[in-house]
């Protein structure tokens, strides 16, 4: 495996599931984003992992939970979705947050909260 | 308050013409900016990218200007084939403060390239 991937593509969850979005990147790089794409809407940036530490939490309600076991690996753990959760979430990852420019993203995963 | 705006949603051209996507944004803070391009189910993938301090930066068919005194980039992407038929997102990184080097994004355009 190559890049960012993200596991699963496609997720259909009802508001009283719990469930994971995962994320692996293979560039050694140092810090993960999570962003969410809502229709018509610029990326939102939801967290920022940098060495393993969450630096940023860009007011993203408590049903969303990140996990960041090691620099390659971050998770997005959803509880208690709203119907309005419903969009793509992007992982990303670059060198190091401050220290580089460019993000390296994944496919993404299409959530449908019903 | 959307600091980097794309304002058109759409973009239609012919192919083997010039297309051009235009990117605003407000904040002076911002010290590095890029265009990235999506297909559908696939996520961004960076194309090129620009520092505040040229005006201008070219990579084969793909040319992105800067006009810091307008706040106004482009890209430019001559000549356009259907390949290039995707949605472009302008993004823009922060030089300074708690934000240091977050990516803003405006909301994207889609660009028909037509044969």
């Known amino acids: 495996e190559t890049g960012v991937t993200q596991t699963p593509r496609h997720l259909v969850m009802g508001m009283t599931n719990k469930k994971s979005l995962k994320c692996e990147q293979h560039?050694?790089?140092?810090?993960m984003y999570w962003y969410k794409q809502s229709a018509k809407k610029p990326l939102e940036l939801m967290f920022v992992?940098?060495?393993?530490?969450?630096?940023e939490n860009n007011s993203v309600p408590s049903r969303f939970s990140p996990e960041c076991p090691n620099s390659s690996h971050l998770f997005l753990h959803l509880h208690t979705l709203q119907p309005e959760d419903s969009a793509l979430y992007l992982c990303?990852?670059?060198?190091?947050?401050?220290?580089?420019?460019?993000?390296?993203f994944g496919p993404g995963t299409r959530l449908t909260v019903t | 308050d959307q600091q980097v705006k794309q304002n058109s949603p759409s973009l239609s051209v012919q192919e083997g013409r010039i297309s051009i996507l235009n990117c605003d944004y407000t904040?002076?803070?911002?010290?590095?900016f890029l265009w990235y391009k999506k297909y559908p189910a696939e996520g961004p993938t960076f194309l090129i990218s620009?520092?505040?301090?040229?005006d201008k930066n070219e990579d084969g068919r793909f040319t992105v200007f800067l006009n810091k005194s307008a706040k106004h980039l482009s890209l430019h992407i001559v000549p356009s084939q259907p390949g290039d038929s995707a949605v472009y997102f302008c993004?823009?990184?922060?030089?300074?403060?708690?934000?240091?080097?977050?990516?803003?994004f405006g909301q994207g355009t889609i660009l028909t390239v037509h044969p």
């Open positions: 990303a990852s670059s060198l190091a947050q401050g220290l580089s420019y460019e993000q390296y």
């Open positions: 560039l050694g790089h140092n810090a």
């Open positions: 992992y940098n060495f393993k530490e969450q630096t």
């Open positions: 904040n002076s803070m911002f010290d590095y």
């Open positions: 620009i520092s505040s301090i040229k």
């Open positions: 993004a823009a990184r922060r030089s300074g403060g708690t934000s240091y080097g977050k990516l803003t």
